[in-house]
T-cell receptor
Framework: GDSVTQMEGPVTLSEEAFLTINCTYT??????LFWYVQYPGEGLQLLLK?????DKGSNKGFEATYRKETTSFHLEKGSVQVSDSAVYFC????????????FGSGTRLSIRP | DADVTQTPRNRITKTGKRIMLECSQT?????MYWYRQDPGLGLRLIYY???????NKGEISDGYSVSRQAQAKFSLSLESAIPNQTALYFC??????????????FGPGTRLLVL
């Protein structure tokens, strides 16, 4: 079945560092890929998404490119801020109307001032 | 106003008690979901509903039941709460795009403690 694997956390970086959180997936067909973010004490929010191969999703300085050849959707940001501290979830949605969203296990990111 | 609301936001109960968590949405979406989140385990799907007359079990439905009272309302019940049901519970909604893919929108969560 479909699955999502993302790097384990926690990830701790200094402010203004470059961020990469790896995500790979297994799916049949042409899934859509997502990154969700969960700030402390809140629910998950959609951060960005990509619906087809080579699409780049971007939002709030974060980017991720849908790479079908490597089945990856890595999250990147060039210069992180303390306010980016959160848990990040990679997810996929299959291309069938019966599909549900599959979430990765989440990666906790902490940014030091 | 929030599009997806959950009540209560926090609840403490005792083992064996019946409790209900409620979810309401104003997004007009057909699909609704209940997840639980445990530390270090990500999200696990409890139940989901693709429309008012449709109810499906997720990966961890044992000990839970749901009711889809209307398109906008989807409630989760613990018939007899036990301590290992202590967790953070999230409701989510979604609608299919023209291409068949969906994006989920989450409520703020209900933190449940079973003593």
């Amino acid at each position: 079945g479909d699955s999502v694997t993302q790097m384990e956390g926690p990830v701790t970086l200094s402010e203004e560092a470059f961020l990469t959180i790896n995500c790979t997936y297994t799916a049949t067909g042409y899934p859509s890929l997502f990154w969700y973010v969960q700030y402390p004490g809140e629910g998950l929010q959609l951060l960005l998404k990509a619906t087809k191969a080579d699409d780049k999703g971007s939002n709030k300085g974060f980017e991720a490119t849908y790479r079908k050849e490597t089945t990856s959707f890595h999250l990147e940001k060039g210069s992180v801020q303390v306010s980016d501290s959160a848990v990040y979830f990679c997810a996929l949605s299959g291309d069938s109307s019966a599909s549900k969203i599959i979430f990765g296990s989440g990666t906790r990111l902490s940014i030091r001032p | 106003d929030a599009d997806v609301t959950q009540t209560p936001r926090n609840r403490i109960t005792k083992t064996g008690k019946r409790i209900m968590l409620e979810c309401s949405q104003t997004k007009g979406h057909d699909r609704m979901y209940w997840y639980r989140q445990d530390p270090g385990l990500g999200l696990r799907l409890i139940y989901y509903s693709f429309d008012v007359k449709d109810i499906n079990k997720g990966e961890i439905s044992d000990g839970y039941s749901v009711s889809r009272q209307a398109q906008a309302k989807f409630s989760l019940s613990l018939e007899s709460a036990i301590p290992n049901q202590t967790a953070l519970y999230f409701c989510a909604t979604s609608d299919l795009s023209a291409g068949g893919q969906e994006t989920q929108y989450f409520g703020p969560g209900t933190r449940l403690l079973v003593l």
